[in-house]
């Protein structure tokens, strides 16, 4: 079976996104850094005996300034490598902030694979140096597998486009997961705690990433009503601790459980989001 797929990658500029393209489809490596605006290659993959691939290979920029112009690059995308340098802790801490909230928003059902570049770099004594000046260390492989698993990405595979390590490995699982990806069927509610991952906090980070956000826990007067548990078919309710848990986790001001009928909460849902609005706390730049 041959099939034709688009793979599209992002991340923070400079975190190694060019690199590892140009070492995969033209077998170049250059120490030089420029700025990407868009560029495409393809590339014909054979993954078994059974499959072959074209991969229409997109690569982005990171920069700020084209944060407008990337977006026309996602429609018909089959597998999307956010990419992090695993000795840049900021273009890390991105993946959250910037890179899952925008991909997630221009594709819902996408698969995902993240990818760690730059792994060659992690013992070298000046960039150690380096970080150390900063108060920073390399990103663990185990932080990224835990994210990878909290963003419920495909895998997550660390590479080194110098080096050449895992640079197969990477484009492989990414064919491979726009082959056999299956999004997992969902029904979009309101009242989904699930869904404040999945569905709200990527679209209100995408529009609004400076805005303060309360989370907010609704029908607390039906947490010990039998005929609503019955409903539930065998789930628990979402504990506080868990709730909190999240909001702790999406950099929430505050989450308040309340309930509409008995008006419990009403009051404090509205006065602490209105003391956030009055009070916002400093915007972070990517």
């Known amino acids: ?22 070492v995969f489809a033209k077998d170049q490596f ?22 072959t691939v074209m991969l229409i290979l997109l690569d982005t920029s990171g920069q700020e300034e084209y944060d407008r112009l990337r977006p026309i690059q996602y429609p018909g995308t089959d597998v999307v490598l956010i990419c992090f340098s695993v000795v840049w802790p900021d273009s890390f801490d991105n993946v959250t ?14 698969p995902i694979v993240l990818v760690g ?5 992690r013992s070298d004594s000046s960039v150690l140096e380096q970080l150390q000046k900063l108060d920073k260390k ?18 997550y595979v ?5 080096t050449k390590f895992n640079v197969s490995k990477v484009f492989v699982t990414a064919a491979n997961a726009a082959i056999n990806y299956r999004p997992r069927k969902r029904v979009f509610n309101c009242t989904s705690f699930d869904n404040v991952t999945d569905k709200w906090i990527p679209e209100v980070r995408h529009f609004c ?43 929430a001001v505050a989450y308040i459980k309340c309930s509409s009928k008995t008006r419990c909460g009403i009051n404090s849902v509205f006065v602490t989001a209105a003391r956030a609005a009055l009070n916002p706390r400093s915007k972070k730049t990517f």
């Open 1 to 22: 079976m041959s099939v034709r797929k688009k793979l599209i990658v992002v991340g923070d500029g400079n975190c190694g996104k060019t690199c590892l393209l140009t």
């Open 30 to 51: 250059s120490e030089e850094y420029l700025p990407t605006v868009f560029e495409a290659d393809i590339v014909n993959m054979t993954l078994d005996d059974c499959n």
């Open 97 to 110: 902030e910037k890179w899952i909230p925008e991909v997630r928003h221009f594709c819902p059902k996408i």
């Open 117 to 121: 570049t730059k792994n060659d770099l």
């Open 138 to 155: 390399p990103v663990t492989t185990e932080a990224a597998e835990a994210l990878a698993k909290q963003m419920r990405a495909v895998a």
């Open 158 to 162: 660390e590479c080194s486009a110098k």
């Open 209 to 251: 990433p400076n805005v303060p956000v309360v989370l907010v826990g609704t029908k607390n007067d039906l947490r010990s009503d039998s005929s609503a548990f019955e409903k539930l078919d065998r789930l628990s309710p979402v504990l506080t601790e868990v709730a909190e848990a999240m909001a702790k986790k999406m950099k």
